[in-house]
């Protein structure tokens, strides 16, 4: 094999110029076309099929916030996926659910965790919880391009603040807008269904357990009558993922853990098929 008389075996000179702690920045000045937003896409003729994520939850608790989505992905009327990942890990202490169009979804979140990355790495600590929240609206922002084509991403995004000590929700619109909710919050196509289940039945002072229950219960609302959102799938041993974040960090529960819950949300709904009535007296 010949070598490459043109390699010098070291970094190119942009990997060691001082720059941004923003990866995005740094991938906007040397790379632009790898930015999603940046792509150009043809023409758009009719209606874009591809997969959609749905019904992203979230609750906080007297020590932290939860953070939960349906398993359903749809592409038209037709199920397009039924055990589709919609959370993730952000960082050790938050987490972002996705909803819209699922390909770009995941594309962005992932582009996030290694801002948030290359920001620690940089900065030598974590962006606060606000920080983070503020550079999701910048990354959704630049997608409005491909947002107007029907290929929206509107990300649910949860955590704990270091330093106010409690847990925090932020929703987004299409164009970036940030708005903080308190208590409770939903995105996607069933949030209508699942935000008037964590309303009757959301109060403070909840415990961990207590606000995974409230997350699974209003998945289950929203799939009662949102199509698109798919609720607990007990023969196919499909669950809602559900994560709780603390000041331990992020935790993801495991179907195990889900399983008695889900069973017992199931089987209130065999007595009580319009909705646990008895828990709003």
């Given at each position: 094999?010949?070598?490459?008389?043109?390699?010098?075996?070291?970094?190119?000179?942009?990997?060691?110029?001082?720059?941004?702690?923003?990866?995005?920045?740094?991938?906007?000045?040397?790379?632009?076309?790898?930015?999603?937003?940046?792509?150009?896409?043809?023409?758009?003729?009719?209606?874009?099929?591809?997969?959609?994520?749905?019904?992203?939850?979230?609750?906080?608790?007297?020590?932290?916030?939860?953070?939960?989505?349906?398993?359903?992905?749809?592409?038209?009327?037709?199920?397009?996926?039924?055990?589709?990942?919609?959370?993730?890990?952000?960082?050790?202490?938050?987490?972002?659910?996705?909803?819209?169009?699922?390909?770009?979804?995941?594309?962005?979140?992932?582009?996030?965790?290694?801002?948030?990355?290359?920001?620690?790495?940089?900065?030598?600590?974590?962006?606060?919880?606000e920080g983070k929240a503020n550079r999701l609206s910048t990354m959704i922002?630049?997608?409005?391009?491909?947002?107007?084509?029907?290929?929206?991403?509107?990300?649910?995004?949860?955590?704990?603040?270091?330093?106010?000590?409690?847990?925090?929700?932020?929703?987004?619109?299409?164009?970036?807008?940030?708005?903080?909710?308190?208590?409770?919050?939903?995105?996607?196509?069933?949030?209508?269904?699942?935000?008037?289940?964590?309303?009757?039945?959301?109060?403070?002072?909840?415990?961990?357990?207590?606000?995974?229950?409230?997350?699974?219960?209003?998945?289950?609302?929203?799939?009662?009558?949102?199509?698109?959102?798919?609720?607990?799938?007990?023969?196919?041993?499909?669950?809602?993922?559900?994560?709780?974040?603390?000041?331990?960090?992020?935790?993801?529960?495991?179907?195990?853990?889900?399983?008695?819950?889900?069973?017992?949300?199931?089987?209130?709904?065999?007595?009580?098929p319009d909705g646990p009535r008895a828990a709003l007296l």
């Amino acid at each position: 094999m010949e070598a490459n008389p043109r390699s010098t075996g070291r970094l190119p000179a942009a990997f060691l110029t001082p720059g941004s702690s923003s990866f995005v920045d740094f991938l906007g000045n040397h790379a632009p076309e790898l930015l999603p937003g940046n792509r150009q896409l043809p023409p758009v003729t009719g209606a874009v099929e591809a997969p959609h994520g749905t019904t992203i939850v979230a609750a906080t608790f007297a020590g932290g916030v939860v953070l939960a989505g349906d398993r359903r992905a749809t592409m038209g009327n037709v199920i397009a996926q039924r055990d589709i990942e919609k959370v993730f890990p952000a960082d050790e202490y938050s987490a972002v659910g996705i909803a819209g169009t699922a390909g770009l979804a995941v594309e962005m979140v992932k582009l996030f965790q290694l801002e948030l990355e290359h920001f620690e790495k940089v900065e030598g600590a974590q962006l606060s919880l606000e920080g983070k929240a503020n550079r999701l609206s910048t990354m959704i922002r630049s997608n409005l391009g491909m947002a107007m084509q029907g290929l929206a991403v509107v990300p649910l995004f949860a955590g704990w603040d270091v330093d106010r000590g409690k847990g925090r929700i932020f929703t987004y619109d299409v164009t970036g807008g940030r708005s903080e909710e308190y208590g409770y919050a939903a995105t996607g196509s069933g949030s209508l269904f699942a935000r008037g289940s964590l309303k009757k039945l959301y109060r403070d002072g909840l415990t961990a357990e207590e606000a995974t229950t409230l997350v699974v219960q209003a998945l289950y609302d929203a799939a009662d009558d949102d199509s698109a959102t798919g609720g607990p799938d007990l023969a196919r041993r499909i669950y809602p993922i559900v994560t709780v974040i603390s000041d331990e960090g992020y935790r993801r529960l495991t179907d195990a853990d889900l399983a008695e819950t889900v069973r017992e949300i199931h089987e209130r709904r065999l007595q009580e098929p319009d909705g646990p009535r008895a828990a709003l007296l």
